[in-house]
């Protein structure tokens, strides 16, 4: 059994860590765009989903996805593993705007995260994350966007901590440089695919933010991704400062990837 894991494992890696050239420059490359129609007005509690989209290929199941059932309407739609063209597809349908920075090259292809929202974007930047996969020397990133509702500012961050192998001291840096970026001034969230499939990574990235203020917002977004040849781990989250968490929960329907999206309401700030 222990060698069936390891064998698990490391072809697991590999599909996620293998990529060439990383993307090191703190402002560039970056893609904004915006589709929005018409002007949002506050109206209550923010829908926020976390999407990573393997590889970001199958576009058109996403665009599905976030158009009916509980995806539906989303204020706010963080994606990983996406490359802009599928970015900017999706929200030309759904009339959103979006900030988007690739964090490396796989596979021939851009590797990043995106912010995509329903209320305008005054500021946006890259989070570049400590310390490279010890096998790939991928760097990953947050993507950061500040959120203009409706006159109050919110920062949201796209995010996608490295795999295992990287150790868990290490990813453990990572989501400290995203919450030291987020300062303590502004209501802010935190999602993304924090890869917690290793034995006691979950605890130690929820005490982690809980130190800095940041509540576990989609608690009752479990089962999300398959890892290490196990259907139902908790990979994704999305954590909140400064505003009240409500309902939420995973999409159990076709979302044209590994992981599951999952869903937060969250008080306006």
């Known amino acids: 059994m222990r060698t069936m894991l390891l064998a698990l494992a490391v072809t697991w890696l590999s599909a996620c860590d293998a990529v060439e050239p990383n993307y090191l420059e703190p ?29 970001g290929r199958d576009v058109p199941a996403a665009i599905a996805a976030l158009r009916d059932g509980p995806l539906a309407g989303a204020d706010l739609v963080l ?8 970015v900017d597809d999706i ?22 995260n995106a912010v995509l929202s329903r209320w305008p974007l005054v500021e946006y930047h890259k989070v570049l994350l400590p310390h490279a996969d010890p096998y790939s020397d991928s ?26 192998s990287l150790g868990l001291g290490a990813r453990l840096d990572q989501v400290e440089a995203i919450a030291d970026d987020a300062g303590d ?10 890869n917690t499939a290793d034995p006691g990574s979950s605890g130690q990235v929820l005490e982690l933010l809980r130190d800095r203020d940041f509540a ?28 009240a968490a409500g309902a939420s929960g995973t999409f159990r329907g076709d ?13 306006a700030p």
């Not at 994606?79 to 599928?86: A, I, K, T």
């Not at 001034?185 to 924090?194: H, K, M, Q, R, T």
């Open 27 to 55: 402002d560039w490359p970056r893609r904004v765009e915006d589709h929005a129609t018409t002007e949002p007005e506050p109206d209550g509690d923010l829908l926020v989903v976390s999407y990573n989209l393997f590889q």
């Open 79 to 86: 994606m990983q593993e996406m490359e802009d063209e599928g």
């Open 91 to 112: 929200a030309s349908v759904l009339g959103l705007r979006y900030v988007y920075y690739p964090a490396s090259v796989k596979a021939g292809r851009d590797w990043g």
């Open 139 to 164: 760097r990953r990133i947050a993507t950061r966007a500040t959120v203009d509702i409706g006159g109050r500012m919110l920062l949201v961050y796209s995010t996608h901590i490295a795999t295992p």
């Open 185 to 194: 001034e502004l209501p802010a969230v935190i999602g993304g695919d924090f």
């Open 216 to 243: 576990w917002a989609s608690d009752r977004a479990t089962d999300t991704g398959t890892a290490f040849g196990l259907r139902d781990a908790t990979l994704d989250y999305v954590f909140a400062r400064g505003l």
């Open 255 to 267: 979302a044209g990837s590994d992981h599951r999206p999952i869903w937060v309401e969250l008080a």
